[in-house]
């Protein structure tokens, strides 16, 4: 005992001494800490440009779940009636409340959106933080760059307010040094949204040396559709004017639709004229987290022949939308709702196995139908025709469809596909957050609304001629449906007729892209239109969808998250009404 004591002693002495000799050594002091970034490396010139891709980076959600990034198939389709949860009964439940519109503050998936949001505003704003004393890029090169960030956080806030209306607003002035970091949500956020674009708008350039980054006309873009948001509808379509008239791609391509829709979507052709501003995905980087991961999920579900994806059966188009892609014999939609009138309703496989007899419909149809929506008998992509129930996870549960447009070729799998994970359907075909026909299909409701009915079916007729020169063809060359489809010919001088057939074209073309709830919303018939949809959709899938009610006045947002609440305080961030 006594010779371990005696050998504590000499050891606490050498310590002491060696510490001494240390705190005289000023050498030592200025050796930098290893394995972390310091100030002044993250204020070189390639220290602020990683800072600011890793704040683009987190527009595909990260680490953060499922759902914390810009595809917003939970959040916008889902919600919106473009499809189901899919898969079965038991996998991924979580899902389930979302969809029925029965959520809790206490549940998970709202808080990965959150998260999603406020790590990209985190990274725009540590940005800032830096680039303002930084010596090493010049005055002109700042504005820049402080354009850049400033235009990914107006996107970080928009999804916010889409979403959850109400969540508390911070910018770089924030210090939290100070520990000041309680903000309470009690603030309307659309002026500093508004204030972000501005920025953007009046300081981005009109292309970037790499096509990723946004450029000025996709600022004018969001900043329109924020001003649809409040129905500043003459802002709106006095800016729309412009980007319709001069706007362009990052990379110098003059603002226009892709001449076939279902090229519109393949990797070889990304970042086309149509692309206002995408998340650029990557396949084959050692990390699946730079690709689409969000939708990696949402392919068939094969049990039959070889097809994308070999999981999970997620994301499955619902009956309602398929409908919607009926035409008259003039090949217009049917704007009465009455393509859910069982007279007009798509013929399906639903409950008829793979290996028995089916003839797929022969009624009109919008040709939209085969390039968004994966029906039996047709060609899906290059994989050959889909068997349908063989693709379909459980059909009674799912439905009979499952989504194409957003599917990767067979031809694509080891480019645009990452094959190193679990699941083989991640893949990295850039994601169009906006593109040129949404940009238009909005400006036909601006010009509606000010009263230039015949402009909008201008744009209208825009969209349509492409789908008409875009037919899904087999392998004869011989159109795979029987498409019926026609531009409207007749001059539009009803507003409120011209706005339902605006309104119903974005719901046809912008199928599957997470838009559908949002504009709902922002037309506010998200109550109306969401209670029709469970009650005919529910007449198809009762075990998914029966009982299933939108609640005015509380699911036009989505709950604040329990666990924030409880992190900030209940006298600091407040719940939604209605929860």
């Known amino acids: 005992m006594k010779t371990i004591f005696k050998r504590k002693i000499t050891y606490i002495a050498i310590s002491c001494f060696m510490l001494i000799a240390i705190a005289c050594n000023d050498e030592f002091l200025d050796v930098p800490v290893t394995s972390q970034i310091s100030e002044a490396q993250l204020s070189t010139a390639n220290g602020l440009n990683g800072l600011l891709i890793g704040a683009y980076s987190a527009l595909n959600g990260r680490d953060l779940g499922w759902f914390g990034g810009a595809t917003n198939w939970l959040w916008g389709s889902i919600r919106g009636g473009d499809a189901n949860k899919g898969s079965n009964a038991g996998d991924f439940t979580s899902i389930i409340p979302v969809m029925r519109f029965e959520l809790n503050p206490t549940d998970t998936e709202p808080n990965g959106k959150w998260r999603g949001c406020y790590e990209g505003i985190s990274r725009v704003n540590i940005f800032l933080t830096n680039l303002e004393p930084s010596e090493a890029v010049s005055d002109a090169e700042k504005t820049v760059m402080r354009a850049e960030a400033r235009f990914l956080r107006g996107h970080y806030y928009y999804e916010l307010r889409k979403n959850f209306k109400n969540a508390p607003y911070v910018d770089e002035t924030l210090d939290v040094a100070t ?41 004018g873009a969001y900043l329109a559709q924020v001003y649809m948001w409040q129905k500043k509808y003459t802002e709106a379509k006095a800016l729309f004017d412009q980007i319709i008239a001069n706007g362009q791609t990052s990379n110098g391509l003059k603002y226009a639709l892709v001449p076939n829709f279902e090229q519109l979507f393949r990797g070889v052709n990304e970042n086309n004229s149509e692309t206002v501003f995408s998340y650029q995905a990557a396949a084959g980087t050692g990390a699946v987290q730079n690709t689409n991961h969000e939708i990696a999920m949402n392919y068939p579900y ?35 709702g009455s393509y859910n009138a069982p007279s007009n309703e798509l013929k399906t496989d639903y409950g008829v196995l793979s290996d028995a007899a089916f003839t797929p419909d022969a009624g009109n149809l919008d040709p939209r139908l085969d390039h968004t929506i994966a029906r039996r008998g047709l060609p899906f992509l290059d994989w050959g025709p889909h068997p349908g129930f063989d693709w379909i996870r459980d059909q009674t549960y799912a439905g009979p469809y499952t989504q194409k447009k957003l599917s990767y070729e067979k031809s694509e799998e080891g480019t645009y596909q990452d094959g190193s994970s679990w699941t083989p359907g991640y893949q990295s075909i850039n994601f169009m957050i906006i593109r040129f026909a949404d940009v238009l299909l909005m400006a036909a409701e601006a010009e509606v609304e000010v009263g230039s009915m015949e402009k909008a079916r201008e744009y209208v007729n825009m969209i349509r001629q492409r789908s008409i020169d875009s037919p899904l063809l087999k392998d004869d060359g011989t159109p795979a449906a029987k498409y019926v489809i026609s531009t409207y010919t007749a001059p539009w001088t009803d507003q409120a007729a011209a706005r339902t057939a605006v ?28 209670n029709a949809y469970f009650a005919y959709e529910s007449t198809k899938l009762q075990n ?35 929860y």
Do not use: H
Not at 314 to 332: D, H, I, K, M
């Open 302 to 336: 094969n049990t039959g022949p070889a097809g994308p994806g070999n999981c999970c059966g997620f994301y499955a188009p619902s009956f309602e939308l398929a409908n919607s892609y009926r035409t008259t014999t003039a090949g217009l939609p049917l704007l009465d």
């Open 503 to 530: 309104r119903f074209e974005r719901k046809l073309e912008l199928a599957l892209e997470g838009k559908r709830f949002y504009d709902l919303l922002r037309w506010e018939v998200a109550d109306s239109a969401i």
């Open 179 to 219: 520990g000041a970091t309680e903000v309470p949500n009690n603030q309307e956020l659309w002026p500093m949204i508004e204030a972000d674009f501005q920025y953007a708008f009046d300081n981005l350039p009109e292309t970037q040396s790499q096509v990723g980054r946004a450029n000025k006309w996709a600022a």
């Open 544 to 578: 998914q969808l029966g009982g299933a009610k939108f609640t005015p006045n509380q699911d036009e947002y989505l709950p604040i998250p329990q666990i924030q609440i409880d992190l900030q305080g209940s006298d600091v961030l407040s719940q939604n009404p209605g």
